[in-house]
């Protein structure tokens, strides 16, 4: 799998389909991180979705880089 390649995905959203495109390694490490916290990934989309302040597909990639960086 190219982990550079993007990747679109559709889900929910407080009651609304979206979609948002990532490349895959971002997906993997969104997917990662919901397992960890123990919540589904469309709950962790929905709980940066909240708190976002620009484009969501940034705002994860900014989410993701950010948990790594508190380790």
Not at 23 to 46: C, P, Q
């Amino acid at each position: 799998m190219n982990e550079n390649a993007l990747k679109k995905h559709s889900i929910v959203i407080a009651g609304h389909q979206t979609s948002i495109t990532l490349e895959n390694i971002f997906w993997r490490h969104l997917k990662k991180i919901a397992r960890a916290r123990g919540v589904s990934l469309s709950i962790l989309i929905s709980e940066i979705d909240a708190h976002r302040e620009s484009n969501l597909s940034s705002t994860i990639r900014v989410f993701i880089l950010k948990n790594y960086l508190k380790d």
